[in-house]
């Protein structure tokens, strides 16, 4: 089973931009969809966005919330995964957390409950 470690989180703000990362290790990381999720203060932890494992295509899916200011990419010949966080916005603000499944269905990209693995969590403050 995968291990996760996510970092890069920082105060910026608005419209500046950000890189976390995601650090993978264990076995078969390239068959593992990792996914992005973000929790604001008093809110519950809402999807950002994932890159699917080798079953999946490899696609990408995104919250319509950031589509087209994040990108997330994957680097399997190092299990990284990244999200490039452009343009913030203090509705951006949250602890961001990657999460793993090499088991996940499609219908569940986008749900908590899908992953199994977590990491630990890296705080994004967006504030003028």
């Known amino acids: 089973q995968l291990q996760l470690a996510d970092s890069g989180g920082g105060l910026v703000r608005p419209g500046d931009s950000l890189r976390l990362s995601c650090v993978a290790s264990?076995?078969?990381?390239?068959?593992?969809?990792v996914a992005w999720f973000r929790q604001a203060p008093g809110k519950e932890r809402e999807f950002v966005c994932a890159?699917?494992?080798?079953?999946?295509?490899?696609?990408?899916y995104y919250a319509d919330s950031v589509k087209g200011r994040f990108l997330i990419s994957r680097d399997n010949a190092k299990n990284t995964v990244n999200l490039q966080m452009n343009n913030l916005e203090a509705g951006d603000t949250a602890v961001y957390y990657c999460?793993?499944?090499?088991?996940?269905?499609?219908?569940?990209?986008?749900?908590?409950?899908?992953?199994?693995?977590w990491g630990q969590g890296t705080q994004v403050l967006v504030s003028s």
């Open positions: 264990g076995r078969a990381f390239s068959d593992h969809t």
């Open positions: 890159a699917g494992g080798r079953s999946k295509g490899n696609r990408l």
């Open positions: 999460a793993g499944s090499q088991t996940i269905i499609l219908s569940n990209i986008r749900n908590v409950r899908g992953y199994a693995t």
